[in-house]
Every structure is written in structure tokens, then in C-alpha cells.
């Protein structure tokens, strides 16, 4: 199995990279994506608040990212990108710029996933400084699992679920907020 997979794996390699023999240079082939940028199941995406997420090279920002990666998979809040943001994607800076709620999760005290979207007027619906919650900014290694489930439970989930109450709670708590007018 080992050696299919590594066979497998050479294939691959020899698709991706074209050995340019007259100078020496590897070159990527230009890989397009089938069905563009458009193809994902957007519908059922637009209710969601985005997420943008700190991605630096701490444990903290790391952890940031990872939930918000989380935030997304679970269909929660979809995740967009906080560096074409501060890049000055146009696509990206529009769609953060689109009027829907938005969740920020940021490492550390610098901010920095809020502050490129305060570059082009967007404030966050919910900020959340994950040192707030306790987590401390280490470099070279990874945050511990147990961070990882305390701020997810107790920091992370109750945020997303108030930004939008009657679309995570309960069934019958949800028909119990509608019954009553609020």
C-alpha cells in the first residue's frame, strides 16, 4: 500500500510540476479550477454571518483559525478571507462589505483580522480576543486541546448563537421566543 501511495504521489508531483529542461527551472502548470470561484453551495451560505479569522504563526493565531475553520465546516458562519481583505481584494473586500453580520476571531491583543477590516469600514458583530478567554500566545507549538474545546464551548459557540438566537436554539425554544413576540 505504501508504495501505491507513493507512486500515487509521483504522479501527482509530475502533474503539478514541469521540469523546464533548457534552464533547470521548475515551472507550475496553471491548474484551473473547474466550475470557478462561483461553484460553491452559496444559498445556503447567505443566512450565515461571515467569519474572518487571524491566521499568524502563534498557537493563538492558529487556534483562531481553526475555529473559525470549524465555524465554517459546521455550517455555523461561513469563512472568507481576512487577507484578501487587507490585501484589497476587490471580490473579497465586497463580500466582507456585503451587510452581512460578521464574527472576528483574533489571537491576541493586536487585532489584527479586525483592524483590515476597519481599513474599509466594517465592524465586527461579535469580536472575539481569544487572549481575553485565557489563551496565551505561544510560539513553536500548538495550542492545547483543551483551550481548543473550552473557548469553542464557552467563548466561540454563544457568541454565533447570539448574533442569530431563533436559528440555534432549541425547537422549542425558538417557537417559544416567536410565540412570545421576541
Known amino acids: 500500500m505504501l508504495y501505491c ?15 523546464n529542461r533548457s534552464n ?7 491548474i484551473k479550477p473547474q466550475g470557478g470561484a462561483k461553484s460553491r453551495p452559496k444559498p445556503e451560505y447567505d443566512a450565515l454571518p461571515l467569519v474572518y479569522s487571524c491566521s499568524g504563526c502563534s498557537s493563538a493565531a492558529q487556534l483562531a483559525n481553526s ?23 476587490q471580490p473579497l473586500v465586497r463580500t466582507a462589505q456585503s451587510g452581512r453580520k460578521v464574527v472576528v476571531l483574533d489571537g491576541c491583543a493586536l ?21 481575553e478567554a485565557g489563551v496565551r ?5 500548538d495550542a492545547t486541546p483543551e483551550e481548543d474545546r473550552r473557548v469553542w464551548e464557552s467563548v466561540v459557540l454563544p457568541e454565533v448563537a447570539r448574533l442569530n438566537p431563533l436559528e440555534n436554539a432549541a425547537p422549542e425554544t425558538a417557537q417559544e421566543t416567536h410565540r412570545s413576540g421576541g
Open 24 to 30: 533547470g527551472v521548475q515551472q507550475v502548470n496553471k
Open 137 to 141: 500566545k505561544r510560539f513553536h507549538k
Open 111 to 131: 487585532h489584527c483580522a479586525k483592524r483590515c477590516l476597519e481599513q474599509h469600514g466594517i465592524s465586527a458583530s461579535a469580536h472575539i480576543d481569544l487572549s
Open 5 to 19: 501511495a507513493h507512486k500515487n504521489i509521483r504522479a501527482w508531483a509530475a502533474i503539478l510540476f514541469n521540469a
Open 67 to 89: 475555529l473559525a475553520v470549524r465555524l465554517d465546516r459546521e455550517r455555523l458562519a461561513e469563512m472568507s478571507c481576512i487577507a484578501g481583505v487587507g490585501g484589497n481584494v
